[in-house]
């Protein structure tokens, strides 16, 4: 299997760099080809804009990302840096997001770089979406660490449930391009652990690493669940994520 893992924490000594190696080293061992984007070494610019485009624009009078995406990834004229991120994307049979949660999500590079790399054309498309989305038969897997504890990222803790906080990665990124999703692992509060704490937290992973070809996926409702309103038919059970009947 190919292995990409994007990788996001500005300092190589951190829980999160510990874990990005361990990963590296507990796949290579087992056969796994892995590549890693260090985002912060690589100094990854995560702001999109004109300069995504190199040729001419499908409109030069107004710029509309989606549109610009669309046209250079049809023209083959996305900026270099993009394109080079896009191939490993595409090569990669699983991908894993390793990083920090800070204030509910990614570090702001990491979604930069998915601003840009999941552009349209490349990503998703019209009818190109969740069960039939371009990234159909590849795994993803959300690796992350949390300043609190596993009791506040709880159903009932005060931070919410942690696949809830999760959702808009699994969901609106992940499984909207169609990946199928592993359940992720989060080290919680590793920065206030001790040397045995941190180092269970780590044997963890690398048990969750190990079994990744038998683990679950985590739960989507299939097309079919859904009326022309692309809701929830109704008697359908809301089953994932921060999906609700109402």
């Known amino acids: ?10 300092e190589p000594t951190s829980f999160n760099a510990a874990m990005k190696d361990l990963a590296l080293e507990t796949l290579s061992s087992r056969g796994h080809t892995v590549v890693v984007s260090d985002l912060y070494a690589m100094g990854w610019n995560p702001v999109t804009g004109e300069g995504d485009f190199t040729g001419e624009r499908s409109d030069p009078t107004r710029l509309s990302i989606a549109r610009e995406q669309t046209y250079a990834i049809e023209t083959g ?21 390793q990083f920090p ?4 999500g990614m570090p702001a590079i990491l979604k930069g770089w998915a601003d840009r790399v999941f552009a349209r054309g490349f990503a ?21 660490t949390t300043g609190t504890s ?6 009932d803790g005060i931070d919410g449930d942690i696949l809830t906080v999760l959702w808009p990665i699994h969901n609106g990124l992940f499984r909207y391009s169609g990946f199928d999703v592993l359940p992720p692992y989060v ?9 045995a704490g941190r180092k269970r937290q780590l044997d963890g992973y690398r048990q969750h690493l190990e079994n990744l070809e038998t683990a679950p996926r985590l739960f989507f409702h299939a097309a079919e669940d859904y009326g022309p309103n692309e809701r929830l038919k109704p008697g359908v059970l809301a089953r994932s994520g921060q999906q609700r009947n109402v």
Do not use: N, S
Not at 1 to 10: G, T
Not at 77 to 97: G, N, S, W, Y
Not at 101 to 104: K, T
Not at 130 to 139: E, N, P, Q, S
């Open 150 to 155: 596993a009791d506040t990222y709880a159903p």
């Open 187 to 195: 080290a919680f509060m590793p920065g206030r652990e001790d040397e």
């Open 77 to 97: 004229t996305i900026a270099p840096d993009i394109a080079a991120e896009q191939a490993k994307l595409a090569d990669a049979d699983l991908v894993i997001f």
């Open 101 to 104: 949660v800070w204030w509910f």
């Open 1 to 10: 299997m190919k292995v990409l893992i994007v990788y996001a924490h500005p």
């Open 124 to 144: 998703y498309l019209a009818g190109r979406k969740y069960d039939t989305g371009m990234f159909k038969g590849k795994l993803a897997m959300v690796a992350a």
